[in-house]
């Protein structure tokens, strides 16, 4: 894998997997809870994404990023009869799985990126069976292109 992305993607699914046991499923963000067609049972989940990055350049053709982590924090709602809310136990016990969440990533660090920061906590307005808490850790990195394995041989010299 080369991409930073996909390297941080792998090293935050090890943190969150390894920190917050309470955590069923750690996925790429690709809008499993907009487009769905069953109910998986890995509640509750987090899904990571990588927003707003912008790139200035620097020295050795380098270049800084800054940007957004974005963790969107799921649980399904509803109790197993799929009628009525979940008690209030098991949505305070959501609330500590988030701050275990926010204790296992405030000053982590990884694969040269400086240590995260948590910028905003928000709550999804939805109208289905899905409550989702949205964090938000600004993301700050420098990225430097990878360098051939094998440089190009060249012809020797030839004097005469």
Known sequence: MNSLFAQLFVSLQTRIATTVPGI?????EMGQTEIYTS??????????????????EI????QRANGELQLRLV???LAADGLTFTDTNTVLEYYDVETKLHEALQGWSSNGIN???RIRVST??????????TLTYSLDF???PTMPANPVARP???LS
């Open 24 to 28: 069923q499923g750690i996925l790429p």
């Open 39 to 56: 109910i998986p049972a890995i509640w509750p989940c987090v899904f990571i994404d990588f927003n707003n990055v912008t790139f200035t």
């Open 115 to 117: 240590p995260l920061s």
């Open 75 to 77: 649980y399904y709602v």
């Open 59 to 62: 020295l050795n053709q380098g």
């Open 142 to 144: 420098e990225e430097y």
């Open 156 to 158: 020797q010299l030839e």
């Open 124 to 133: 999804e307005v939805r109208s289905d069976a899905f409550r989702v808490r």
